[in-house]
T-cell receptor
Framework: AAGVIQSPRHLIKEKRETATLKCYPI?????VYWYQQGPGQDPQFLIS???????DKGSIPDRFSAQQFSDYHSELNMSSLELGDSALYFC?????????????FGQGTRLTVV | DAKTTQPPSMDCAEGRAANLPCNHS???????VYWYRQIHSQGPQYIIH?????ETNEMASLIITEDRKSSTLILPHATLRDTAVYYC???????????????WGAGTKLIIKP
């Protein structure tokens, strides 16, 4: 079965650079979530989109922005990168109209800021 | 803040049943209990969810107490590949809220021993 695809899997950037992470949800899923997981920490919710509209916002820094496109894929744009942005970034998707609305996660993008 | 409490770690012998407890004493009447797990640095994996009835799927069983203040995830025949951090999450039902995020607690680190 198709899963959530994230690209790139690994990314190394320097401080103050920008990065764009991409997420391709499971077909027919209408909701995308972004999470950040620092070393040894639990996932922290950043932002979510439902039907291409922002649906919820968590601890996403102002330096970050995200959007969901007409084909439902999503991009997380990160500017003025800081060392503390080094983390695993997970995208998840779900089908809002489902009875369980369980979220399925991608394998993540490991961002390293040097 | 997470609405659940779990033991920080547990051991289980390979081939035995692993029983992971979760307390959610403040759960609302319409909130579901979800279980996810995360194998080291991989994307979190959905396991099972339930409202008030016990649930079973190919991965696990979920036992929810009658007062819904606690639940137990059961992995019937644990294997070494089940070693992971297991997260118990409480969330509102589909189509009735505007909060789409999963709020992760610290989880239980389950170690399966040969």
């Amino acid at each position: 079965a198709a899963g959530v695809i994230q690209s790139p899997r690994h990314l190394i950037k320097e401080k103050r650079e920008t990065a764009t992470l991409k997420c391709y949800p499971i077909p027919r899923h209408d909701t995308v979530y972004w999470y950040q997981q620092g070393p040894g920490q639990d996932p922290q919710f950043l932002i979510s989109f439902y039907e291409k509209m922002q649906s919820d916002k968590g601890s996403i820094p102002d330096r970050f922005s995200a959007q969901q496109f007409s084909d439902y894929h999503s991009e997380l744009n990160m500017s003025s990168l800081e060392l503390g942005d080094s983390a695993l970034y997970f995208c998840a998707s779900s089908q809002m109209r489902g009875t369980g609305r369980e979220a399925f996660f991608g394998q993540g993008t490991r961002l390293t800021v040097v | 803040d997470a609405k659940t409490t779990q033991p920080p770690s547990m051991d289980c012998a390979e081939g035995r049943a692993a029983n992971l407890p979760c307390n959610h004493s403040t759960i609302s009447g319409n909130e579901y209990v979800y279980w996810y797990r995360q194998i080291h640095s991989q994307g979190p994996q959905y396991i099972i969810h339930g409202l008030k009835n016990n649930e079973t799927n190919e991965m696990a069983s979920l036992i929810i107490t009658e007062d819904r203040k606690s639940s137990t995830l059961i992995l019937p025949h644990a294997t070494l590949r089940d070693t992971a951090v297991y997260y118990c999450i409480v969330r509102p039902p589909p189509l009735m809220d505007s909060n789409y995020q999963l709020i992760w607690g610290a989880g239980t680190k389950l170690i399966i021993k040969p």
